[in-house]
Structures are given as structure tokens and as C-alpha cells.
């Protein structure tokens, strides 16, 4: 187990593809994120980075992420998820046959010895993932409504919103 001190706070993580309709939602949110500048708070576009992501992810004390999926809920609709329910969420799936998932790397971390101590995901209900620079209406609506249910989580979780220079 490592007992290395982590540098980052909380990191928020946009993960999904700008290029593919509603799966855009996740780095849109995060570009949102950034201009609440909260401190402590790391805000990166993760992308469809996969595996390159985990020195982000084992240097954070906490981890929110942003993305779109199939969460059983109607178009637009957000879920937040965290700990296990996590986990349990994001369990087998992948975007790409050889892309890790985010799963994959918190079990990576978890091994390393280097895992956020809280993790959680806010996911909105996907309508359409096709080629398209734009997300549904549905989807681009529930951007405010994510950012804030991160806010909500950070504070909960010990972090205050207040301006820093720390967020990227």
C-alpha cells in the first residue's frame, strides 16, 4: 500500500468523445467545471484517453467524473453514482475493443495501492452516440444540471467553492 501524499485534491474528469453527438457531454461539463475555478480542484478532458489517464486518477484524493452512458433513465436524466455503485456501473464497458475502461483503471490504482479514497460518476441518460459535433438538446440541457450536482459532491466530500489558480 503506498502512503505517498497525493498532489491533486480532487480531480474532474470529462471523459467521451467530442465528435460523437451525446457522448461529448462529459468533456462539455468539465469545460463547464473549469469555470466555476474551484480550489484544490483539477479539471482535465480526459477524452478517449484510456489507460494514459491513470497517473491523473492515482494523484487525486478524489475523483469526479463526467461522462454519458446507459444508466436506465429517460434522455437527459442524471445519476449520480459513487463508491461501489461506481464501479458496479462502469463494470465490462468499453467504448473501443482496445480501450480501458475507467473501471479498469481505479482497479489498477486500487493494486497500485494508489486509489482516489472517494470516487464518484455523474452520468446523464444518452439518446443518440452517432457522428456529430453537437450533443441532443435533451443531453446539452443537463450540463448545468451535472456541474452542479459536482459542486454539491465536492462540498459534501470537504471542498469549498471558492476561486484558485489551481484548475486547469
Not at 457522448?23 to 475555478?37: C, T
Not at 484524493?61 to 453514482?81: E, M, Y
Not at 482516489?116 to 450533443?135: M, N, T
Amino acid at each position: 500500500m503506498s502512503t505517498q501524499r497525493k498532489s491533486t485534491n480532487a480531480l474532474v474528469l470529462g471523459i467521451g468523445n467530442r465528435l460523437m453527438t451525446d457522448d461529448s457531454i462529459g468533456p462539455l461539463a468539465a469545460d463547464h467545471m473549469a469555470e466555476r475555478m474551484l480550489e484544490g480542484v483539477l479539471v482535465l478532458d480526459g477524452g478517449t484517453v484510456g489507460m494514459a489517464l491513470l497517473p491523473d486518477i492515482e494523484d487525486c484524493d478524489h475523483l469526479v467524473v463526467f461522462d454519458a452512458g446507459n444508466v436506465g433513465l429517460n434522455p437527459g436524466d442524471v445519476k449520480v453514482l459513487e463508491g461501489d455503485a461506481m464501479l458496479s456501473a462502469l463494470a465490462g464497458r468499453r467504448l473501443t475493443a482496445h480501450e480501458a475502461s475507467l473501471s479498469d483503471m481505479l482497479t489498477a490504482a486500487r493494486i497500485n495501492g494508489t486509489a482516489p479514497r472517494r470516487y464518484a460518476l455523474i452520468a446523464v441518460q444518452a439518446q443518440v452516440i452517432a457522428l456529430g459535433l453537437e450533443p441532443t438538446p435533451e443531453i446539452a440541457a443537463a450540463r448545468d444540471h451535472m456541474v452542479d450536482e459536482a459542486v454539491a459532491l465536492l462540498a459534501r466530500w470537504g471542498l469549498e467553492d471558492k476561486e484558485s489558480t489551481n484548475v486547469l
